[in-house]
């Protein structure tokens, strides 16, 4: 299928013909972060055989591809935030390319292609690889800065599910080993600290680093930089290939923190938020990764005070494991910024070293994240001048100015992601009254909620402004994790209940996300959609006990329903404007009433039309359509519907559902 070119113009999508486009999609998908087919962290594994991995299979074969390119367009979706790694391209060794993979990846993207999806491309990572928690980088990384990933766990660098779960034990959730979103402590721990500094900030902070001839910075950024680029020279020819998500939630490491400060609670001097787990100052964690024990503050949610408070103190590294293959190659206490005491003291020679470089204070965004967006930029346009760079500001800043670079690359994309912490964290939902973790502000019904959905949206969507007249702004994640309140969705299915029921507070949560992105006019692509997702609340998406996709296998009960697998698919099959004759202004859907409303700026010297997704399992009962100054009809064998109009100016369109839906299995 034909896809109109798309352009930017100044916060919009525009195609070829002139129309808005509104990009909505999802992430494929969660399992691609891990190789296939047993690299789940369902799986103990060692990471052992991390240079034989491969990645080909994932997000599913390529015979499996037209089923699930099937059920995705059904669902409405247009667009497709396509994932894989550094590590999936270059496992095996520096410069030593996964060709086959490569190929796969390639057929893949002409798949999707086939089936109507635009795709944009994202270099994937958490925590920085599998063995520092999460995924991303390959292996070969921490031996060339001179870190030996097997003492990690011991050293506690790093808190990795394959070294803290109990593949034995038969529990529902081992909180006591691994608690659920752990992984993302990881940022703050010994190995991301040091592998994202020398990443961003190799040159500044470590310049007697060199690996190869080259600056650490240079040499890890220009081997990341080329596996894009042997992926750009396979899929450049492609139409529906749109751009490249540079990479995921880029983190600073250390870069702009005092190496004494430990976080543990909001004040003037930083704006990051507070988080569970291990607090960790950068000296400690240096300390740590050379072998000394220490104690260190540990927070954890408290509901009763709406906000994450310390509870406890935790001794670190009892067992007095180093990191470092060479002690002598710490790159920071060479550059001077700190040196150890034989009695495993340290002594910090500059508390700022992370902070001010030549005397002037740096700020990650502007200093270094932007540098790293336009040489990503530079280097995929050598391949396609006419792509999109996808960019995600910091995740957790709410000052714009710190979170989004000011020297961005021409035709950018704001991918931020936006995450509702307290249904993430606590795997809750309830309409009546919630609160958000991070804000400790309460909410009181729907429309409490979906405002405060509306605030955190908008915080991302602000930040596109600073892009000279503003860029246009895509959700890049965004999602719920089905097995919340317990997994009780799961248990109310295994027994044989597949109504609607078991999954309303699934259902509510995505309505109010997405009426939340109707009201701001927000593209979006969904975490995720994992092929090979399971009930099992130790699996799930297969990636340290996440669970967030919208398809499941395990609920997959009759292969003739191409529904069949989606879960609480009301929440986010529903209707929205895939294209506009002309500029649209406003959107709403009102799923409980069946109204679904839109005001548009017509444009009617554009001569295609506002095309509108119309699911039928929002509209089975039937519906009427108000469209004055319109004519419109179906487009044959869709569920979209086609608005030309008659003459320029605002106008609105009404859809009314005339009777409640059908209720229907999941």
């Known amino acids: 299928m034909a896809l109109s070119k798309l352009k930017i113009v100044g916060d ?83 410069g030593e390319y996964d060709e086959a993979y490569l190929d796969y990846f390639a057929q893949l993207c002409e798949k999707a292609s086939e089936h109507g999806f635009y795709v944009y491309v994202d270099f994937h990572q958490d925590v920085w690889s599998r063995m520092s928690g999460g995924d991303g980088a390959p292996c070969w990384c921490f031996e060339k800065v001179g870190l030996d990933y097997r003492k990690f766990d011991a050293a506690e660098a790093a808190f990795v599910m394959q070294q803290r779960y109990d593949y034995s034990d038969t529990r529902p959730r081992q909180d006591d080993n691994y608690p659920q979103m752990s992984w993302v402590r990881n940022y703050a721990y010994a190995a991301n600290g040091i592998m994202w500094t020398l990443f961003f900030g190799g040159r500044d902070f470590a310049p007697g680093c060199e690996i190869d001839g080259l600056n650490v910075q240079d040499y890890l950024q220009s081997h990341f930089i080329n596996c894009q680029k042997e992926l750009a020279k396979r899929i450049s020819h492609l139409g ?53 024990s220490i104690d260190v503050p540990y927070m954890a949610i408290s509901l009763r005070k709406l906000g994450i408070t ?11 494991a180093s990191i470092w293959l060479d002690a ?99 795997k809750r939902f309830n309409s009546r009254f919630g609160f958000n973790l991070l804000s400790g502000k309460p909410r009181v019904g729907r429309s409490g909620c979906q405002r405060d959905f509306v605030e955190q949206f908008s915080e991302v969507k602000r930040q596109s402004e600073i892009s000279g007249g503003g860029c246009p702004t895509l959700i890049g994640e965004f999602g719920i994790p089905f097995d919340m309140n317990g997994a009780k969705s799961y248990k109310a299915f295994k027994e044989g209940d597949c109504s609607e029921k078991p999954w309303r507070a699934q259902i509510e949560s ?61 929440g986010f099959v529903r209707p929205y404007v895939r294209c506009t004759q002309g500029i649209l202004k406003k959107v709403s859907f009102d799923s409980l009433r069946g109204l679904f409303e839109v005001e548009l700026d017509a444009d009617a010297s554009v001569a295609v039309a506002t095309e509108i997704f119309l699911p039928e399992i929002q509209f089975s009962g039937g519906y009427t359509i108000s469209a004055p100054g319109f004519s419109f009809e179906r487009i044959a064998n869709t569920e979209v519907m086609c608005f030309v109009a008659d003459s320029s100016g605002r106008k609105d369109i009404s859809i009314k559902r005339t009777s409640f839906p059908m209720k229907r299995s999941i």
């Open 12 to 94: 919009r999508f525009v195609d070829e013909f002139g129309r808005h486009i509104i990009l909505r999609g999802v992430n494929l998908g969660g399992d691609c972060k891990l190789p296939y087919p047993d690299g789940g962290t369902h799986f103990p594994s060692d990471f052992s055989d991390h240079r034989e991995v491969s990645f080909i299979g994932r997000p599913f074969s390529l015979k499996e591809a037209d089923e699930h390119f099937s059920r995705l367009a059904h669902w409405g979706f247009n667009c497709l935030r396509l994932l894989t790694s550094w590590e999936a391209i270059e496992h095996a060794g520096p």
């Open 240 to 292: 529906n290939v749109i751009g490249f998500d540079a990479l995921n939630e880029p983190n600073a490491g250390w870069i702009g923190k005092s190496l004494s400060y430990c976080h543990t609670k909001m004040n003037d001097a930083t704006d990051d938020p507070v988080l569970p787990g291990l607090a960790w100052s950068p000296i400690n964690a240096l300390r740590a990764s050379h072998g000394v």
């Open 310 to 320: 310390q509870t406890d103190t935790v001794t670190v590294n009892k067992k007095g």
């Open 328 to 426: 002598e190659r710490d790159p920071f206490q060479l550059a001077g910024a700190y040196t150890i005491n034989a009695d495993g003291s340290a002594k910090v020679l500059q508390d700022d070293f992370f902070q001010k470089v030549d005397g002037k204070p740096v700020v990650f965004a502007h200093d270094y994240l932007g540098d790293f967006y336009q040489a990503v930029a530079a280097a995929l346009r050598e391949e396609n001048p006419d792509w999109f760079i996808f960019i995600e500001p910091d995740l957790l800043k709410k000052d714009s100015d710190l979170a989004f670079p000011q020297n961005l690359p021409e035709r950018t994309v704001n991918a931020g992601h936006c995450y509702d912490v307290s249904t993430l964290l606590l």
């Open 510 to 570: 995505q309505d109010l996300l997405y009426n939340a992105l109707d009201e701001l006019l927000l593209n979006s692509t969904q975490w995720n959609y994992t092929a090979s997702n399971s009930n099992s609340t130790a699996a799930g998406d297969g990636w340290n006990q996440e669970d967030l996709s919208i398809y499941s296998p395990d609920q997959k009960i009759n292969i003739e329903d191409i529904n069949s697998g989606g879960r609480a698919i009301q």
